[in-house]
């Protein structure tokens, strides 16, 4: 059965700070790999995906993911976090019906000024 | 613009009451989905449709039903609610055919008394 861990459930940054939240994933086939971001009240705001080809995807806002097979995981990045940035971001794993998308637990993220 | 609504935004409602919440999309996507999600949890997929005259139950157990008598309008109807169901409520949609990502609502906030 397919899953995904986010091992962070809460990270503070600076701001202006890099980031780096963390996503591992199991999957038994080709997983499509997704990041959103959820603002408090909101519903969830797709940042980037991975399907196939370049393992170093660009989303919105300045994010980037890296999907590195041989360890499983697809970690989040941005070199310069920014207050706006504070949300509560959850990495998601499909297959090809999407039917079964698995979501991790979510890491919040709090930027200090 | 396309868009997904969720109504009401915010209920409080008593114990034993029926509830109906609303999701409608304009982005023309022929599958819908329902989730529940509780704080430090991952989303829970609680019932899907396909299209219209077509409803599945998702892997959380639910009380709740859905109907999809339109393509745009796939409300979600809790008969008897409960304190056990006070969670947040968040509506997503996808095209049939497309290895892309969901797409979601604002949610809806759900406290039972």
């Known amino acids: 059965a397919q899953s995904v861990t986010q091992p962070d459930i809460h990270i503070t940054v600076s701001e202006g700070a890099s980031l780096e939240l963390r996503c591992n994933y199991s999957?038994?086939?080709?997983?499509?790999l997704f990041w959103y971001v959820q603002s408090p009240g909101q519903g969830l705001q797709l940042l980037l995906k991975?399907?196939?080809?370049?393992?170093l995807v660009q989303g919105i806002k300045g994010f980037e993911a890296e999907f590195k097979r041989s360890q499983s995981s697809f970690n989040l990045r941005k070199p310069s976090v920014h207050w706006s940035d504070a949300a509560e971001y959850f990495c998601?794993?499909?297959?090809?019906?999407?039917?079964?998308?698995?979501f991790g637990a979510g890491t919040r993220l709090t930027v200090k000024p | 613009e396309a868009d997904i609504y969720q109504t009401p935004r915010y209920l409080v409602i008593g114990t034993g009451k029926k509830i109906t919440l609303e999701c409608s999309q304009t982005?023309?996507?022929?599958?819908m989905y329902w989730y529940q999600q509780d704080p430090g949890m991952e989303l829970h997929l609680i019932h899907y449709?396909?299209?219209?005259?077509?409803?599945e139950k998702g892997d959380l157990s639910s009380e709740s039903t859905v109907s999809r008598i339109r393509t745009e309008h796939f409300p979600l109807t809790l008969e008897s609610a409960r304190p056990s169901h006070t969670s947040q409520y968040l509506c997503?949609?996808?095209?049939?055919?497309?290895?892309?990502?969901?797409?979601f609502g604002p949610g809806t906030r759900l406290l039972v008394l």
């Open positions: 999957y038994g086939a080709t997983p499509y």
């Open positions: 997503a949609t996808k095209p049939l055919l497309d290895l892309g990502p969901q797409y």
């Open positions: 998601a794993v499909g297959g090809y019906n999407n039917n079964d998308m698995r």
């Open positions: 982005m023309g996507h022929d599958k």
């Open positions: 991975y399907f196939s080809g370049d393992t």
């Open positions: 449709s396909y299209g219209v005259n077509s409803t």
